[in-house]
């Protein structure tokens, strides 16, 4: 069954998407940028403190859908530059520290808001 997910704790979808979607045992998140939930101002201008942001707001969506760092599959990390790899891959490693998910990291022209470092994951739950 599809369910979709929605929390406060993470910045509201700011177009015509979920923060995530759920179907069955699987969790599909939508990217994730780096926005305060609250007044929803980007956090951070350099490249690790709105990766740190993204992963904050990442995680309480998998909190939300009843999922955890710990069980993602996959992740996508988009970057408008790719020398800012080592730095984003230094703080996605804080969260992956055992049995990493599969992922991919590409380079993009731009991304919304004009940020720096988007991502976006598929997990699972167990109920």
């Known amino acids: 069954m599809k369910k979709t ?4 704790k993470a ?18 998140c939508s990217g ?7 007044s929803g101002d980007i956090v951070g201008e350099d490249t690790a403190s709105q990766m740190k942001q993204v992963m904050k707001n990442l995680g309480a969506v998998l909190d939300a859908s ?14 408008v530059d790719m020398a800012d790899f080592t730095v984003v ?7 992956f520290t055992e049995n990493p998910p599969a992922r991919e990291a ?3 022209r731009t991304l919304p808001r004009n940020v720096r470092v988007e991502v ?3 997990a699972f739950r167990q109920d």
């Not at 910045?11 to 599909?28: C, E, H, M, R, T």
């Not at 009843?66 to 970057?79: A, F, M, N, R």
């Open 66 to 79: 009843g999922s955890g760092w710990d069980k993602v599959l996959k992740c996508t990390i988009y970057l």
């Open 120 to 122: 976006s994951c598929f």
């Open 5 to 8: 997910i929605s929390t406060d």
């Open 32 to 38: 994730q940028i780096p926005l305060d939930p609250v």
């Open 106 to 108: 590409v380079a993009v």
């Open 89 to 95: 891959n230094e703080i996605y490693a804080e969260y």
């Open 11 to 28: 910045p509201a979808a700011i177009g015509p998407y979920s923060q995530a979607v759920s179907f069955n045992d699987l969790v599909f």
